[in-house]
């Protein structure tokens, strides 16, 4: 069974930094697409980045510049390094796991909140 842990979320202000990390476990890690993603309250869930399984990348417009994703696949874990945080980043950080079947996994999330 496949499940995902995410963790690193917290409080920061504005301009730091947080890196959230999400363990992966129940798959073959390094077959599995993987992605970052948000969403705030009253908002949808959004896009933050992606990585394949080949590691190539992909990012929010917002984002761009700001967050790198990572992954280590001796470990099982993809990281999504944030820098340079604004308030409008704050929101709940969900990690997503699409195996090469394409089926889609969902960690259970980990808040972060940025303060003005």
């Known amino acids: 069974q496949v499940q995902l842990v995410e963790s690193g979320g917290g409080l920061v202000q504005s301009g730091g930094s947080l890196r959230l990390s999400c363990a992966a476990s129940g798959t073959i890690f390094r077959l599995n697409d993987m992605g970052w993603y948000r969403q705030a309250p009253g908002k949808q869930r959004e896009l933050v980045a992606t990585?394949?399984?080949?590691?190539?990348?992909n990012y929010a417009d917002s984002v761009k510049g700001r967050f790198t994703i990572s992954r280590d696949n001796a470990k099982n874990l993809v990281y999504l390094q944030m820098n340079s945080l604004k308030p409008e980043d704050t929101a709940v950080y969900y990690c997503?796991?699409?195996?090469?079947?394409?089926?889609?996994?969902w960690g259970q999330g980990t808040q972060v909140t940025v303060s003005s």
């Open positions: 997503k796991l699409v195996t090469e079947f394409r089926y889609e996994y």
């Open positions: 990585i394949t399984s080949r590691g190539s990348t």
